[in-house]
Every structure is written in structure tokens, then in C-alpha cells.
């Protein structure tokens, strides 16, 4: 079976939403990891903001650039999986849109041969999946930043059911983010 690992960047005060002020931590350790864990993965399970925001982004990014070797490429050939019912445009792929019955959808894509299954990003999809038992790990990626400003939705902290979270490793990197993998505990 298949894991699905939603993965975050979040400040010290909890903000995730537009993550610029990561960019002075993100360092080479940092995009070891990025890179690992994307390549560990043969899916992206997406909500409609979020590939709305990365089908307006990274089809125009290359790895001639900056950042990890091959990350851009990637990111562009994955296959990805949008959970949306309202959706209207889906065409940076190869994409699938879930529609309809998503928890029973995205146990049978679970339930598939392959790697694991990534989210970047903590919004409404990881929470329901959190909750219907099909989240498998959460990675907060702590940066050493208070950017003190926050919106609704911006934040880790969403209202839903209680899900209770053991560590299962921790990693610091030398430019002060702190890598946080949390389980389900054990009996949830």
C-alpha cells in the first residue's frame, strides 16, 4: 500500500501561506530533502488552490535554473491527482481530476502499486484525510521566521476533529529549519 505524505512549510508562528519568507533558509540540505522526498513519489494529490498556484508557476520552470537538479522537471512530468469539484481548467499534467466520492477515490488510488503519494501544502484536503485515516505522515518544515501576519486558512490550525500525532523522526538543518514527521499515534 501506498503512503500519502503531505509536506509544509510553516513559520514560527504557524503561518503557511505564501511561503517567500522560506526562501533565505532554503539552503542545499534543504533541497537534498525536497528532492528526495519528491522523487520518493510517483503522485502529487493536490486541492484546486494549490494547483491552480502551481499550474500558473511551474510549467514555465526549467533545471537550468536555480534549485535542485531535476526538481523542475519533475514536478512538471508527475503524475497529479486535483480534488475538485468545481475545477475548470485542468491542464498541466498529466492530471486527473477526483470530482466525486474523494475519500473512496483516493483509498483506491492508495491501495495502488507505486511510491508514495505527496501533498504540499496543509488546507482542507490533508485535514479530511487526516481524518478519514488516510494521511500517513505530516512534514512541517519549521523555519526560524515570526512573520506575524496571518488571514483565515493561512495558518497549520484549521477547525475539525481532534488527530492525535506522534513523532516519528526530526531533522535540524544548518540554517535553522527543523523538520518535523509526524504519524497518526498508534490506536487512532
Do not use: C
Not at 519533475?74 to 491542464?91: D, P
Request: hydrophobic share 40%.
Amino acid at each position: 500500500m501506498r503512503k500519502i505524505i503531505a509536506v509544509v512549510y510553516a513559520s514560527l508562528d504557524g503561518v503557511i501561506e505564501n511561503p517567500e519568507w522560506s526562501m533565505p533558509y532554503f539552503n542545499e540540505e534543504a533541497g537534498e530533502r525536497a528532492t528526495a522526498t519528491l522523487f520518493a513519489s510517483d503522485a502529487l494529490l493536490l486541492g484546486k488552490g494549490t494547483y491552480e498556484g502551481f499550474a500558473e508557476a511551474w510549467p514555465t520552470m526549467t533545471d537550468e535554473g536555480p534549485g535542485p537538479e531535476g526538481f523542475a522537471d519533475r514536478m512538471n512530468s508527475i503524475q497529479k491527482y486535483v480534488v475538485s469539484a468545481t475545477i475548470e481548467k485542468a491542464e498541466w499534467g498529466p492530471v486527473t481530476v477526483i470530482r466525486d466520492n474523494v475519500i473512496d477515490e483516493i483509498t483506491k488510488l492508495k491501495d495502488q502499486p507505486g511510491k508514495d503519494i505527496l501533498i504540499y501544502g496543509v488546507g482542507q484536503l490533508a485535514h479530511s484525510l487526516l481524518e478519514a485515516g488516510l494521511l500517513d505522515e505530516l512534514e512541517i518544515w519549521v523555519h526560524p521566521v515570526l512573520v506575524g501576519v496571518t488571514t483565515p486558512g493561512s495558518q497549520i490550525v484549521r477547525e475539525g476533529s481532534k488527530v492525535l500525532l506522534e513523532l516519528a523522526e526530526s531533522t535540524t538543518f544548518r540554517s535553522g529549519i527543523v523538520v518535523l514527521s509526524y504519524r497518526p499515534a498508534a490506536g487512532e
